[in-house]
């Protein structure tokens, strides 16, 4: 008799993930092997998967203390609340830069997810758009009004559709890459060309799946093909004031792409930047960028301005948004050490 538990058909009732174990992989407890692969899973979340019997190694469910091993194909169904429950309308502010019958300019917050997904049920740009706007038109992915979207620790500014039309327009200008997006970012080093592009394909890091990567030569199918121009503002010493604009909108394209060159983005914990990638070795220097993670508790980055044509006039606009108070204060503490060391 065949014992193997099947999951359930993919429902809104759960989020499935699965996962083959690399072949290097060490011995490593289950449940600490996948926080590093489910985003926003807590520990605890993990565990009482596995007490439900809804982890599962090589179709047999496991407990939280199994060790993976090499090429275990890992399975894993999460609960969470039904989809109606997910996009309740919440009474949240909104930055609106813009809007007219068609559309709205929004500038997001740090720290502001920007749609429900696992961890994240509440407090969203979706649950705050969906409370102030009526019949959101909804995207490919089922998220009403969204036409791109940026990282929840990144600020900046997003379009937002408002009929089928608008999104339908607004969204094939992305895809064929005449919008224009233009990001402000500190990076750690002193970036030695000017002026330059970065060009490599982007996809999921096959170690860690919370980052992605860079995949070149023979690799490249492994990505999607990522485009990143980028000039120099100011050079701070140990860290660059960099203009990013992109070509595609890979996801953490920017992140992944300076990390490539050798200039991890400030503070972005994800991809190494909240350590003291350059620099020296002195106390007091060590203490200076602690008060700098302090003010800027975050990735330094900022999506400063956005262009695109208006799907019903066809006039092409802009939009363009301040450096936000938080990284402001960061490029000034640096500003103020790097003059000092000229001295």
């Known amino acids: ?55 599962f190694v090589n179709d047999s469910p496991v407990k939280s203390n199994y060790k993976v091993k090499p090429n275990d194909v890992i399975r894993v169904k999460f609960e969470h609340p039904p989809h109606e429950n997910l996009l309740v309308g919440e009474d949240l502010p909104l930055d609106i830069v813009y809007e007219d019958e068609d559309l709205l300019v929004v500038n997001k917050p740090a720290g ?8 994240n049920y509440s407090g969203t740009l979706i649950n705050a758009l969906i409370f102030h706007f009526e019949n959101l038109p909804k995207n490919s992915s089922d998220r009403p009004g969204l036409v791109h979207r940026i990282d929840k620790d990144t600020s900046g500014l ?72 980028y000039k120099v503002i100011e050079r701070l010493g140990y860290v660059t004031l960099l203009s990013c604009k992109l ?9 992944v792409h300076m990390k490539h060159i050798g200039h991890t ?7 190494g930047g909240h350590l003291i990638l350059k620099g020296t070795t002195f106390t007091k220097y060590k203490q200076f960028v602690d008060n700098c993670f302090k003010v800027l508790p975050r990735q330094a980055l900022h999506a400063k301005t956005l262009g695109f044509e208006h799907p019903t006039t066809g006039k092409f606009m802009s939009f363009n948004t301040d450096i936000p108070e938080d990284m402001q204060q960061c490029i000034e503490k640096w500003k103020h050490y790097a003059k000092h060391q000229e001295n």
Not at 112 to 119: A, D, E, L, R, T
């Open 265 to 271: 983005l400030f503070n972005d914990e994800r991809y």
């Open 247 to 255: 070509e595609t909108g890979r996801t953490h394209q920017i992140r």
């Open 112 to 119: 502001m997810v920007v749609h429900p997904g696992h961890g």
């Open 158 to 229: 997003l379009v937002v559709a408002k009929t089928e039309h608008a999104m339908n327009h607004l969204s094939n200008q992305f895809a064929e890459k005449t919008s224009e997006r233009e990001y402000v970012a500190i990076v750690w080093g002193n970036v030695k060309e000017d002026e330059g592009t970065v060009e490599g394909n982007i996809g999921r890091h096959p170690k860690n799946r919370l980052q992605n990567t860079v995949f070149e030569g023979d690799d490249a199918y492994k990505g999607k093909p990522a485009v990143t121009h």
């Open 1 to 55: 008799m065949d014992t193997t538990p099947e999951l359930p058909p993919k429902n809104d009732l759960y989020e499935h993930y699965k996962f083959v174990v690399e072949k290097g992989q060490q011995p490593l407890r289950i449940d600490k092997y996948l926080m590093n692969f489910v985003e926003n899973a807590t520990r605890n979340k993990i565990q009482a998967a596995a007490k439900d019997g809804s982890i």
